[in-house]
């Protein structure tokens, strides 16, 4: 079982900035992806960004240029810097993990969320 723990979100003007930090712990043997998705009322869950065990990254159109996505691998922790925070941008963000287990078994493990809110 691996738990992923999220700290690092709230409230913010727009412009302003937050850093999201998703840190991984349980029975792993490897990080196969590890990165951030959101969902705001009403709408479906969305990608934000992930980086893959190669290193490998890719973000929504929506957070190239604005967000940088990176990694502890030391600590088995992914970070979200996200910077010109938009009113868009509210949502819940949800840390997801791919990992492959002591058991060599991979599963799909979500965070419970931090809210980041947008708002002047």
């Known amino acids: 079982q691996v738990q992923l723990v999220e700290s690092g979100g709230g409230s913010v003007q727009p412009g302003g900035s937050l850093r999201l930090s998703c840190a991984a712990s349980?029975?792993?043997?490897?990080?196969?992806?590890m990165g951030w998705y959101r969902q705001a009322p009403g709408k479906e869950r969305e990608l934000v960004a992930v980086i893959r065990g190669d290193g490998t990254i890719n973000y929504a159109d929506s957070a190239k240029g604005r967000f940088t996505i990176s990694r502890d691998v030391a600590k088995n922790t992914v970070y979200l810097q996200m910077n010109s925070l938009k009113p868009e941008d509210t949502a819940v963000y949800h840390c997801n993990a791919v990992v492959t287990g002591s058991s060599w078994k991979t599963y799909n493990y979500w965070g419970q969320g931090t809210q980041v809110t947008v708002s002047s």
């Open positions: 349980g029975s792993i043997f490897s990080i196969n992806v």
